[in-house]
């Protein structure tokens, strides 16, 4: 991917990224469509030795592409969705799930809760020349007025307890009568289980087992699929 193709709004946000971070694309292959996501090569100085598992609160999950976003990014590319289907992607980090979603011709919401994530996301959107995608910041303890969505989507996304009580709140406020939510996690995640527990009062829960292979490990990856009970 070359950056100077870039449309001059994503260039301009492209370029002040540039100055602070050391940046690529990652080509990202989802069915019939190829994604570039703008990613950060150098982590270390923004990581500063933070461990995801010994305290969540700090660490920038949004910097990786995690196994579960491409899992949802392959599966959400390969569905026919009817025309004029929207989507919501929570906590959409480099907004791999979303992007496949608008490639494959829903109009697409990617939030998050900064606006350099976003950023990364509005320059990976015009790299991979996907159509039909809005930014909007989203706090999931303060939500604004929003509008409902058709499906709502969300990869590795349950890594903090407190904010599963929020998170369903947020559900509850955007997913259309008759929506749909999916999830994708790994299925080591130790907090996917409280959560399912939470959510089960309103959800019907079906989930399927998906393994993504690579050179170094296969990752088991659990595609939960959530539907409103009534």
Known sequence: MDPQTLPAAEQAIYQKIKKEYRV?????????????????????PLLAGKDPLKDPSTFPFWVKLW?????????????????????LELGAGLGAPGLAAAAAGCSVTLTDYEELILDFARVSAAASKVQGITCSLLDWK??????????IVGAEILFREEFFAPLLQVMRLTLKPGGVVYLAHDVRRQSLRPFLEMAEAEYTIAASKRTLRSLAEDREILLIRLTPRG
Do not use: C, S
């Open 142 to 151: 303060n939500p604004p007025p929003m509008e409902q969505f058709d499906i």
């Open 67 to 87: 196994e579960a976003a491409i899992v949802l990014a392959q599966y959400l590319a390969a569905q026919k969705f009817a025309p004029g289907t929207r989507l």
């Open 24 to 44: 690529a694309f990652e080509p990202l292959e989802t069915g019939p469509v190829r994604l570039n996501l703008l990613t950060i090569t150098d982590l270390e």
